[in-house]
């Protein structure tokens, strides 16, 4: 299982991207794979091929009419069953007692 935080936009459509940003959360949401979606990008998590069609159907999405986007992607693997997203946060929250996603 992966958990990738990736980013993806466009570098040609100004500084206002939220309707780039839309597009792309539909395809990610779609996909039924796990995902949070924050304020510089998105951590999904599924198996590699999984999470890599999610980000390239999100990139084929943008090509259509974007002439220059950015992708940065990092993916962590590890032997372990799905639920990474969530468990990774509750353990630091019981760590520290702070609530982290508000």
């Known amino acids: ?3 990738a935080e990736f980013s993806i ?7 206002s991207l939220s309707s780039y940003v839309a597009r792309v ?3 990610i949401d779609a996909s039924g794979l ?3 979606l924050h304020t510089m990008g998105t951590n999904l998590e599924g198996e590699y091929d999984q999470v890599m069609k ?3 159907d999100c ?4 090509q259509k009419d974007c002439n220059r ?10 032997n372990k069953p799905a639920g990474r997203i ?7 929250e019981k760590i520290t007692g702070l609530k982290l996603a508000k």
């Open 34 to 36: 796990d995902y949070t």
């Open 54 to 56: 999610v980000i390239r």
């Open 9 to 15: 936009f466009p570098f040609d459509k100004g500084e």
């Open 86 to 92: 969530k468990s990774k946060t509750e353990k630091v």
């Open 25 to 27: 959360v539909k395809i």
């Open 1 to 3: 299982m992966v958990v």
């Open 59 to 62: 990139f084929l999405e943008l």
């Open 69 to 78: 986007i950015s992708v940065a992607i990092k993916i962590d693997y590890r």
